[in-house]
């Protein structure tokens, strides 16, 4: 299942890119900037701004959504069946984020941008969620994009069991590897995962020399500091075979997400991070012999 796909990308990747966001997600971040991706289901939500108070949303009937003098009231937690709700409202308020596609589908919709692909040597991009996370169609999508000699990258947290990597390997150019933290304690408080799964799956890639760039998001209260972002660094270093760092600064782009998902942002009022906080990781990756960037 698939949250949207973005054409004309320039970024998470070399060139032009289009990219295929899954939903799904066995991270939970507290700073998440997707939240409409974590589930693996559809998820509804509502814009109450864009309200027009038209009904049209009480139509299809079940628990969790009525009408009263303030506009439309919605309860996420007992609607069972959001995929019902998609394209009844007719100003909008109301949307299903998830959409299954087939591998055709998608293959449809990639091959419109060749000719950018090969102007500006791009390619694909899978994000998420969690791309790895996804089914057996997974694979046939990445073998259906390679006969095509389109460059795949992949962005990934690793948290996944390695025979769900493995399968990617042969068909896969370039892994984003997003390295949240390395103390085991601290992720899971903050993701609800396994540090050490990470780390393992990481230096499993490297030992087969397998193109990795590891992105870094800088978050407050998690790993903003000097002492936690230079054992991120070291671990880097200690790789051999991966030599680029991508250091992202927080931003708060999905606050608005969360109200329309009835979810809690447990990092709503933080402020941003800048990208000139992040000068001093920068240069002592660049001491240690990286190549580091930061942005988003």
């Given at each position: 299942?698939?949250?949207?796909?973005?054409?004309?990308?320039?970024?998470?990747?070399?060139?032009?890119?289009?990219?295929?966001?899954?939903?799904?997600?066995?991270?939970?971040?507290?700073?998440?900037?997707?939240?409409?991706?974590?589930?693996?289901?559809?998820?509804?939500?509502?814009?109450?701004?864009?309200?027009?108070?038209?009904?049209?949303?009480?139509?299809?009937?079940?628990?969790?959504?009525?009408?009263?003098?303030?506009?439309?009231?919605?309860?996420?937690?007992?609607?069972?069946?959001?995929?019902?709700?998609r394209n009844v409202c007719?100003?909008?308020?109301?949307?299903?984020?998830?959409?299954?596609?087939?591998?055709?589908?998608?293959?449809?919709?990639?091959?419109?941008?060749?000719?950018?692909?090969?102007?500006?040597?791009?390619?694909?991009?899978?994000?998420?969620?969690?791309?790895?996370?996804?089914?057996?169609?997974?694979?046939?999508?990445?073998?259906?994009?390679?006969?095509?000699?389109?460059?795949?990258?992949?962005?990934?947290?690793?948290?996944?069991p390695w025979g769900m990597?493995?399968?990617?390997?042969?068909?896969?150019?370039?892994?984003?590897?997003?390295?949240?933290h390395t103390d085991n304690?601290?992720?899971?408080?903050?993701?609800?995962?396994?540090?050490?799964?990470?780390?393992?799956?990481?230096?499993?890639?490297?030992?087969?020399?397998?193109?990795?760039?590891?992105?870094?998001?800088?978050?407050?209260?998690?790993?903003?500091?000097?002492?936690?972002?230079?054992?991120?660094?070291?671990?880097?270093?200690?790789?051999?075979?991966?030599?680029?760092?991508?250091?992202?600064?927080?931003?708060?782009?999905?606050?608005?997400?969360?109200?329309?998902?009835?979810?809690?942002?447990?990092?709503?009022?933080?402020?941003?991070?800048?990208?000139?906080?992040?000068?001093?990781?920068?240069?002592?990756?660049?001491?240690?012999?990286?190549?580091?960037?930061?942005?988003?």
């Open positions: 299942m698939i949250f949207n796909i973005q054409r004309f990308s320039t970024h998470d990747g070399q060139g032009i890119r289009t990219m295929i966001f899954f939903k799904g997600c066995p991270l939970h971040c507290l700073w998440c900037c997707n939240p409409e991706s974590q589930s693996f289901g559809y998820s509804l939500m509502y814009d109450r701004s864009l309200c027009k108070n038209f009904r049209d949303c009480l139509l299809p009937g079940g628990k969790g959504i009525t009408s009263g003098t303030t506009g439309i009231n919605i309860e996420p937690s007992e609607i069972q069946h959001p995929e019902k709700f007719a100003s909008r308020a109301l949307t299903v984020s998830g959409e299954e596609k087939s591998v055709d589908d998608i293959l449809t919709e990639i091959e419109k941008d060749m000719p950018f692909y090969l102007e500006s040597e791009g390619g694909i991009t899978l994000s998420g969620g969690e791309p790895l996370s996804q089914g057996a169609e997974l694979k046939t999508l990445l073998m259906e994009i390679k006969r095509r000699n389109i460059n795949i990258s992949i962005e990934t947290s690793l948290h996944v990597i493995i399968r990617c390997l042969d068909f896969t150019d370039t892994f984003l590897v997003d390295l949240k304690g601290k992720f899971k408080s903050y993701t609800g995962g396994k540090a050490d799964l990470v780390l393992t799956n990481i230096q499993k890639l490297a030992l087969r020399h397998k193109n990795v760039i590891i992105r870094v998001p800088v978050i407050p209260d998690f790993n903003h500091s000097e002492q936690e972002m230079k054992k991120i660094i070291d671990f880097t270093v200690s790789l051999k075979t991966v030599r680029e760092i991508h250091l992202l600064p927080f931003h708060t782009l999905g606050t608005l997400k969360y109200n329309m998902l009835g979810m809690e942002y447990t990092y709503k009022g933080k402020r941003k991070v800048d990208n000139c906080e992040l000068t001093g990781y920068k240069e002592y990756a660049e001491q240690m012999g990286l190549i580091a960037k930061t942005g988003g």
